[in-house]
Nanobody, 124 residues
Framework: QVQLVESGGGSVQAGGSLRLSCAAS????????MGWFRQAAGKEREGVAG???????RYADSVKGRFTISQNNAKNTLYLEMNSLKPEDTARYYC??????????????????WGQGTQVTVSS
């Protein structure tokens, strides 16, 4: 079992920045890929950014050049640096992990463990 707790969400104006964190605990040594996902009101959950065990990353087209995913293995923490935020980035953001190699870092169904999420609201 792996437990994930997100933090760092909040309300910002368009063009602003936020840094999300996801602290992992439990059977952390079995985890493999990790990812950030978001779900806006009335929409399906979508992949934002993912990172595999060796540091390979993938981003959704909508956030490329603005968001950066990283991990600190010593602190068992995953980060999402979000810059140049837009109103359409407003959503609840979740981190997720799994113990296996996933075929797609941005596919929600590939992940087994999920945090409770943190809300990001971007005003125009």
């Amino acid at each position: 079992q792996v437990q994930l707790v997100e933090s760092g969400g909040g309300s910002v104006q368009a063009g602003g920045s936020l840094r999300l964190s996801c602290a992992a605990s439990g059977d952390i040594y079995s985890r493999n890929s990790m990812g950030w996902f978001r779900q806006a009101a009335g929409k399906e959950r979508e992949g934002v950014a993912g990172i595999n065990r060796v540091g390979g990353t993938r981003y959704a087209d909508s956030v490329k050049g603005r968001f950066t995913i990283s991990q600190n293995n010593a602190k068992n923490t995953l980060y999402l640096e979000m810059n140049s935020l837009k109103p359409e980035d407003t959503a609840r953001y979740y981190c997720a992990t799994t113990t296996s190699i996933v075929p797609s870092l941005l596919e929600p169904t590939s992940y087994k463990y999920w945090g409770q999420g943190t809300q990001v609201t971007v005003s125009s």
